[in-house]
C-alpha cells in the first residue's frame, strides 16, 4: 500500500540557527518588526509502498535517523498519511 | 498578542528537484527501495507579535512574498497559532 511520508526536521533548541538569524536581520532591516524566535529546518516528503502504517513508520524512522536527520543536533517529526 | 507562524515552502510541481533526486539515489543505495516521489523544501518557523489572527496572517504572507519564497517556483503554506 502506498503511504505518504511528511518529515519536519528541525534544530534542537539551544543549536545555534546561522541561516534563521540571517533572515531576522534581513527581516529588520525590510522594516519588519516584532519577529522573533526565527528558526529554519527542512521538510522533507516522499511516498513509499509498505504493508501497514506502523511498517511505514518504522521505515521512515530508519531513514530518518540513517539519512536524512543528524540526530546529535537536530530532532525530526514524522507523520504518515495514506 | 503573539502568534507563532509555521511556514512550508515546497518546489510548485514538475519543478525539478535536485536535492530530493539526491536523497532517492542515495536511499537507493542504502537499501532502501519502494520510495519514491522525494521532495525536500524548506520549513521556517517565527514568533510575531500582532493584534489579531488576520493580521498576523497577513504579515507572515507579506513576508513569504517578499524574502522567504521565491513564488515563481515555489508555494507556500502559513498556519498561525497562538
Not at 536524512?68 to 504518515?80: C, S
Request: one cysteine or more.
Amino acid at each position: 500500500m502506498a503511504y505518504k511520508a511528511k518529515i519536519h526536521i528541525t534544530l534542537k533548541e539551544g543549536v545555534l540557527d546561522p541561516q534563521g538569524k540571517a533572515i531576522s536581520n534581513v527581516l529588520g532591516s525590510l522594516g519588519f518588526d516584532g519577529i522573533s524566535e526565527m528558526r529554519q529546518g527542512k521538510y522533507i516528503e516522499f511516498s513509499l509502498d509498505e504493508k501497514d502504517h506502523l511498517s511505514a513508520k518504522n521505515k521512515a524512522d530508519a531513514i530518518c535517523k540513517k539519512l536524512l536527520a543528524n540526530t546529535v543536533i537536530e530532532n525530526y517529526h514524522i507523520k504518515i498519511e495514506e
